[in-house]
């Protein structure tokens, strides 16, 4: 499953097929990027971050893609369980200590 | 368990109320921030502490009032709140510039 352009809301997903979340970002300054998950009563839990001079980050299951030429960020998820089914947040900063977030995409894992 | 505690987890108070909400850190952050979670807007940050210095006010109305008294404590103190600031009260910590916050789960208040 992929969220396409800017931005979209939801994203439904079969398990066990790759997740694609698409963020654009707000500032072409901006130097540090992060991807937060949100689960129901929960705070933002941290998943994967990346800086201004890397294009491509890899975690575990996970991916971030940097394209600072269109203020694009987006979050590959391998081989999507149940368990990933939360709310997914971008967020950007600019050396500082104020990070900006995203509007949040929610990603239903089908069985 | 985050290493960010919030408390109370629910807070139900009155426009005319005075109550505080706490935070504290058990991670050895020098930095704490306050964020407000609504309904179908994304995060908002209200307030940054580094160092028990607030850094950052976000234009937050005088009805909230932080307080940091040291670099593992930080509380929100509210009075004469309106309805409109029912919301869910996130804490975060982070150990410096441009490195991930760490969040609590939060106090949800309810403004009546």
């Known amino acids: 499953g992929e969220s396409v352009g800017l931005h979209l809301p939801t994203l439904s997903v079969q398990e066990g097929d790759n997740s694609i979340i698409n963020c654009a970002y707000s500032n072409s300054a901006s130097d540090y990027f992060i991807w937060y998950k949100q689960e129901s009563g929960k705070g933002p839990q941290f998943i994967i971050d990346i800086r201004s001079n890397m294009d491509k980050r890899q975690g575990q299951r996970v991916t971030v893609l940097l394209n600072k030429t269109v203020k694009h960020l987006s979050l590959q998820i391998a081989a999507t369980q149940p368990g990933d089914s939360a709310v997914y947040f971008c967020a950007e900063s600019l050396n500082d200590y104020k990070l900006s977030f995203g509007a949040g995409t929610t990603v239903t894992v089908r069985a | 368990e985050t290493g960010v505690t919030q408390t109370p987890r629910h807070l139900v108070m009155g426009m005319t109320n005075k109550k505080s909400l706490k935070c504290e850190q058990h991670?050895?952050?020098?930095?704490m921030y306050w964020y407000k979670q609504s309904a179908k807007k994304p995060l908002e940050l209200m307030f940054v502490y580094n160092f028990k210095e607030q850094t950052e006010n976000n234009s937050v109305p005088s009805r909230f009032s932080p307080e940091c008294p040291n670099s593992s404590h930080l509380f929100l103190h509210l009075h004469t709140l309106q309805p409109e600031d029912s919301a869910l009260y996130l804490c975060a910590s982070s150990q410096g510039q441009n490195s991930p916050l760490h969040f609590g789960n939060g106090t949800r208040l309810t403004v009546t």
């Open positions: 991670l050895g952050h020098n930095a």
